[in-house]
Antibody, heavy 118, light 110 residues
Framework: EVQLVESGGGLVKPGGSLRLSCAVS????????MIWVRQAPGKGLEWVSSISNNGANTHYADSVKGRFTISRDNAKNSLYLSMNSLRAEDTALYFC???????????WGQGTLVTVSS | QSVLTQPPSVSAAPGQRVTISCSGSSSNIGNNYVSWYQQLPGTAPKLLIYENNKRPSGIPDRFSGSKSGTSATLGITGLQTGDEADYYC???????????FGGGAKLTVL
């Protein structure tokens, strides 16, 4: 069974840092590109960042470029999102999802909540 | 303001048909595939339609997708109360070099 489980969310002060993880199982992780999507409370989905299957190619939304870094460890079947210089507007539920090329997301985790507040 | 434009809400009676539009531009929908996602309250999004009009296994044929030019449409027939959810379109944007979602459309089954 395909599973994606996010972790690492929590309460952080503005300007702080956090690292999210997404542990996957049930499929060959190294064969798939992956994505982070976020959803602010009561708002819609926002595409955040994607990474190719071997980690060589990454893409970022303008809203997080220069502050967030996506990475992966295929040996550990894990996806990461390092978030620096966090702002109140980064407060959201962060989902990881599997990309099926060219660009749709067929399996999703349940999300981990990040709250940026003083 | 989302790059892809969807109506904030749509509604129809049980058993009826509803369509949800998604409007973009040549940098996204016009030259890339569109996918659609259903998000029931309190749950993660679920893939409904991919590559404009294909349904994953397990998705009933009551759900359909189409694309014309820079717009796409999700159609749902035989509406059920269980279809009440938020629906999002998504595509790749060649100018932004990033993915984009629509703002989401809330479906109410009256």
């Amino acid at each position: 069974e395909v599973q994606l489980v996010e972790s690492g969310g929590g309460l952080v002060k503005p300007g702080g840092s956090l690292r999210l993880s997404c542990a996957v199982s049930g499929f060959i992780f190294s064969s798939y590109s992956m994505i982070w999507v976020r959803q602010a409370p009561g708002k819609g989905l926002e595409w955040v960042s994607s990474i190719s299957n071997n980690g060589a190619n990454t893409h970022y939304a303008d809203s997080v470029k220069g502050r967030f870094t996506i990475s992966r460890d295929n040996a550990k079947n894990s996806l990461y999102l390092s978030m620096n210089s966090l702002r109140a507007e980064d407060t959201a539920l962060y989902f990881c999802a599997r990309i099926v090329e060219p660009h749709h997301f067929d399996r999703w985790g349940q999300g981990t909540l990040v709250t940026v507040s003083s | 303001q989302s790059v892809l434009t969807q109506p904030p809400s749509v509604s129809a009676a049980p058993g009826q048909r509803v369509t949800i539009s998604c409007s973009g531009s040549s940098s996204n929908i016009g030259n890339n595939y569109v996918s659609w996602y259903q998000q029931l309250p309190g749950t993660a999004p679920k893939l409904l339609i991919y590559e404009n009009n294909k349904r994953p296994s397990g998705i009933p044929d009551r759900f359909s997708g189409s694309k014309s030019g820079t717009s796409a449409t999700l159609g749902i027939t035989g509406l059920q109360t269980g279809d009440e959810a938020d629906y999002y379109c998504a595509s790749w944007d060649n100018t932004l070099n990033a993915g984009v979602f629509g703002g989401g459309a809330k479906l109410t089954v009256l």
